[in-house]
Structures are given as structure tokens and as C-alpha cells.
């Protein structure tokens, strides 16, 4: 057992969209569906899922080599 109190956290997988752009995308779709309240959780699924959707769209445009 180690008492390293400065260890670093585990990285994020690859796959990981971060914290903040999914933040940013929950928020554009809130505005544009005028503010509704209480669609918080919502809006945060649809912009992961979209961003989630982007990603794959990029990497198979890419190919699988590159």
C-alpha cells in the first residue's frame, strides 16, 4: 500500500468527449429550444450522443488506417 498523496488520476479513455465540450453542446441545444426548465439531463444526453455521432462520423472518414 502506498501513501503517495501526489499520484495522478487514471487517464480518460480515448473515447472520452470532455467534461466541458459536452457542457457547451447541452447548452447551445437549451438556447435553441427556447429555455425550456427542467430538461437538464436531456439536453446533456443529446449533446454526448451528438458529439458521440461527430466523432464516429470523423474517425470513419478517415479511415481505418489513419
Not at 19 to 28: D, L, T, V
Not at 42 to 54: H, I, M, N, S, V
Request: overall charge negative; cysteine-free; hydrophobic content about 35%.
Amino acid at each position: 500500500m502506498s501513501d503517495d498523496k501526489t499520484a495522478s488520476p487514471p487517464a480518460p479513455a480515448p473515447d472520452t468527449i470532455p467534461f466541458e465540450q459536452i457542457r457547451e453542446r447541452a447548452y447551445e441545444l437549451w438556447e435553441r429550444n427556447h429555455r425550456p426548465e427542467g430538461f437538464e439531463i436531456e439536453f446533456w444526453l443529446l449533446a454526448e450522443r451528438e458529439l458521440r455521432k461527430e466523432r464516429a462520423r470523423r474517425a470513419a472518414a478517415n479511415g481505418p488506417g489513419a
